[in-house]
């Protein structure tokens, strides 16, 4: 079994509309991070989160919002989708000096 | 902030040495880390170096300058299921060094 999964896997949806992608570990870890993947500007962060009660912005995180409902879980929204936010998510999680991601998560906004 | 440069695409035959560069800019250095991803796959862990020299781990060698502000990852023996993207990324002093920052990527292509 996968250590970090995503749910869902890809998914389309329009302008304006409100969408959660999940993320869910069984590593047992403290740290947790969302990125966004664009062709040829690799991972940028989004949000990151050291534990339950520790919610941080990233680089680009306007026109998202996160939850870490547990350890093991940490969710993207995207409140009002834009075709710009067409891209390949990613969660992962730490420990010490290595992340650990999930299989991703393919966004189209029409 | 950070930055990071590496090159776009690098081509090499199979059985060939190849090295891929990155030169980083920030403003308080942790180490640099090094990830391959395949087409369609996850990012995962190759190598991260803190202090200055070479990090053998089979094939691939990782080695940092702290001075140079510049690491390199190395590859040996290529095989054609290395052909994948290659990212640097810095762990700065910043949260703790709890954050990375990527660089764009190295499209490595292994020909027969």
């Known amino acids: 079994d996968a250590d970090v999964t995503q749910t869902p896997r890809n998914r389309i949806t329009k302008t304006g509309k409100r969408i959660m992608l999940e993320c869910s570990q069984t590593k047992g870890h403290d740290r947790m991070y969302w990125y966004r993947q664009d062709p040829g500007l690799g991972l940028r962060l989004i949000y990151y989160s050291f534990d339950v009660k520790d919610i941080n912005k990233g680089e680009i995180s306007d026109g998202y919002s996160v939850s870490r409902q547990a350890q093991a879980k940490f969710s993207l929204s995207l409140e009002s989708a834009i075709p710009n936010q067409t891209a390949l998510y990613f969660c992962?999680?730490?420990?010490?000096?290595?992340?650990?991601f999930g299989p991703g998560t393919r966004l189209l906004v029409l | 902030g950070q930055s990071l440069e590496q090159p776009s695409e690098v081509t090499a035959v199979e059985g060939a040495i190849v090295q891929i560069n990155c030169t980083y800019q920030t403003s308080g250095f942790y180490g640099l880390s090094w990830y391959q991803q395949h087409d369609g796959g996850a990012p995962t862990f190759l190598s991260y170096?803190?202090?200055?020299g070479l990090e053998e781990t089979g094939r691939f060698s990782s080695f940092l300058s702290r001075s140079d502000s510049y690491g390199y990852l190395l590859l040996q023996e290529l095989q054609m299921k290395d052909s994948a993207s290659y990212f640097c990324a810095v762990r700065d002093r910043s949260n703790a060094g709890n954050m990375l920052t990527f660089g764009g990527g190295t499209r490595l292509m292994v020909k027969p």
């Open positions: 170096n803190a202090l200055d």
């Open positions: 992962a999680t730490a420990r010490e000096e290595t992340q650990y």
